[in-house]
Each structure stands twice: as structure tokens, then as C-alpha cells.
T-cell receptor, first 115, second 113 residues
Framework: GAGVSQTPSNKVTEKGKYVELRCDPI?????LYWYRQSLGQGPEFLIY????????DSGLPNDRFFAVRPEGSVSTLKIQRTERGDSAVYLC?????????????FGPGTRLTVT | DQQVKQNSPSLSVQEGRISILNCDYT??????FLWYKKYPAEGPTFLIS?????DKNEDGRFTVFLNKSAKHLSLHIVPSQPGDSAVYFC????????????FGKGTRLHILP
């Protein structure tokens, strides 16, 4: 079946602009996660949704970052007033909540470059 | 403060030999450990996992060993194949609840012909 998809695959924006990154999870997966991977680092947790609600947003770096999942499926990560330090690969993952499987399935990521 | 540490940024191994990737963690509350493999321009893909009640889990060429007293785990790949060349991330989480995964920085494995 189809895996996690993310759009766009690449996004170049100017400092100060607003961006939206989209994630389509695997059908039926109720848990959705956003991570950010900077150069030379492992993925770092940003936010986790269970259904439509954000169950844990402790990884969001500041109030310029916001994410929504209004219908419990597709999620959008929104970044306001982008800064050069926001440049990274933004990864989305989903998992079938409530099973004995704890693995998360990742999308290919969106590479964000802020110039 | 890195809770999951992979101290070797890269590792080169001859094809057919054993690859051993190491990982240390600091949080004794972690009870589930995972290894992910990542190719360029792709997302990480799940490889193998182990819960803290076990000390070994094997899946084909891949075996993960867990030493809880040392807070150390390792991934063994034998025999190593050219397609194993990738970045490997060690990660930790908590069983019985959906939660974030804490990743290490990764080890780039090169399989030499």
C-alpha cells in the first residue's frame, strides 16, 4: 500500500516568509509525528498528534511553528517568519496506534531552505 | 543533552564481513529500542527493534543486542552486503504508549567491495 507522502519535496523561501509543509499519513494510522533533521543530526521530535489533537507539542522550538490535523488524517506544519536556522529536512511519520507495533513509518521529508 | 549517542560517525566494512554499529543511552526509563536505516533523499525506514525485557533480537542478517546494565546496544549485520551502505540511526522510546522516538546522530556505514 501507499506509504507516508510529503509535499513539497523541496521548498526554498526567503527569510521572513511563511511556509506550509504537508503530510499524508498511511491510511488508517491514527498517530502522526513531525520531526526535523538538521545537517549531521538525527531526527528531532517536534509534535505528535493522536487523531485530530496534538498530544505532545513539546518539541516545537518556538511560537513561529504550528501544526494542525483537522480531520485526523492529513497534517500541515506551518512556519511563520522563517529564519535561516529553520533550514532542515522536515520529516513526517505515522503509526497504527493501539497495536503492539511501536514502529513509526516515515515519509521522504521536505527539504526546507531559507535564504 | 543527547539521550541516545552514536559515537562513530562512520564505519567501513568489507563486503561479506560483520558490521557492528554501537549505541549508548542515558535515560534508564527507555524500554524500547529501534534501529532505522536511511538512504539519501529518503525517509528513515524501520529495521529492527528490541524491548528491554530481552537481550537479543534477530531478524535474518540483522541482530540487535541490548545490555541494560551498561545502557548499551549494538546492531550486527552479517554478512554485510553492498546494499547495506546507508546511515543507521539508533533510537529509543517507551512501550505501551505512543510517544516520540529519540534518535542518535547516526552512523554512516560503507560496505567496501
Amino acid at each position: 500500500g501507499a506509504g507516508v507522502s510529503q509535499t513539497p519535496s523541496n521548498k526554498v523561501t526567503e527569510k521572513g516568509k511563511y511556509v506550509e509543509l504537508r503530510c499524508d499519513p498511511i491510511s488508517g494510522h491514527t498517530a502522526l509525528y513531525w520531526y526535523r533533521q538538521s545537517l549531521g543530526q538525527g531526527p528531532e521530535f517536534l509534535i505528535y498528534f493522536q487523531g485530530t489533537g496534538a498530544a505532545d507539542d513539546s518539541g516545537l522550538p518556538n511560537d513561529r511553528f504550528f501544526a494542525v490535523r483537522p480531520e485526523g488524517s492529513v497534517s500541515t506544519l506551518k512556519i511563520q517568519r522563517t529564519e535561516r536556522g529553520d533550514s532542515a529536512v522536515y520529516l513526517c511519520a505515522s503509526s497504527p496506534s493501539g497495536t503492539s507495533s511501536y514502529e513509526q513509518y516515515f515519509g521522504p521529508g521536505t527539504r526546507l531552505t531559507v535564504t | 543533552d543527547q539521550q541516545v549517542k552514536q559515537n562513530s560517525p562512520s564505519l567501513s566494512v568489507q563486503e561479506g564481513r560483520i558490521s557492528i554499529l554501537n549505541c549508548d543511552y542515558t535515560n534508564s526509563m527507555f524500554d524500547y529500542f529501534l534501529w532505522y536505516k536511511k538512504y539519501p533523499a529518503e525517509g528513515p525506514t524501520f529495521l529492527i527493534s528490541i524491548s528491554s525485557i530481552k537481550d537479543k533480537n534477530e531478524d535474518g542478517r540483522f541482530t540487535v543486542f541490548l545490555n541494560k546494565s551498561a545502557k548499551h546496544l549494538s546492531l550486527h549485520i552479517v554478512p554485510s552486503q553492498p546494499g547495506d551502505s546507508a546511515v543507521y540511526f539508533c533510537a529509543a522510546s517507551f512501550m505501551n504508549r505512543d510517544d516520540k522516538i529519540i534518535f542518535g546522530k547516526g552512523t554512516r556505514l560503507h560496505i567496501l567491495p
